[in-house]
């Protein structure tokens, strides 16, 4: 089992950046392909940004460029750096844990992040 917590979110203009945290349970974090994903307000769930064990990264189109996200085996988290926010930014972000390249597996509760105009 494992357990996730996201931290990190919040209010930031148009332009800012915030940085979220995902702190993971568990013995075997570092075999895990984590992604972030986001729902905004009337629209599904898309996934965001991955990072599979060895480190290779993913990115949706929109946020390729402003959004890094990265991973500490040392200290079972995976970040997720965003930078220049715009409004369409805006909602709830998940962090995920998947044992394959499926559903993911885990679910963290979610950190708002509202990008003001």
């Known amino acids: 089992q494992v357990q996730l917590v996201e931290s990190g979110g919040g209010l930031v203009q148009t332009g800012g950046s915030l940085r979220l945290s995902c702190a993971a349970s568990?013995?075997?974090?570092?075999?895990?392909?984590m992604r972030w994903y986001r729902q905004a307000p009337g629209k599904e769930r898309e996934v965001v940004a991955g990072?599979?064990?060895?480190?290779?990264?993913y990115y949706e189109d929109s946020v390729k460029g402003r959004f890094t996200i990265s991973r500490d085996n040392a200290k079972n988290t995976v970040y997720l750096q965003m930078n220049s926010l715009k409004p369409e930014d805006t909602a709830i972000y998940y962090c995920?844990?998947?044992?394959?390249?499926?559903?993911?597996?885990?679910w963290g509760q979610g950190t708002q992040v509202t990008v003001s105009s």
């Open positions: 995920t844990a998947s044992r394959d390249l499926g559903a993911p597996d885990y």
């Open positions: 568990g013995r075997t974090f570092s075999s895990y392909l």
């Open positions: 990072i599979v064990s060895t480190g290779v990264t």
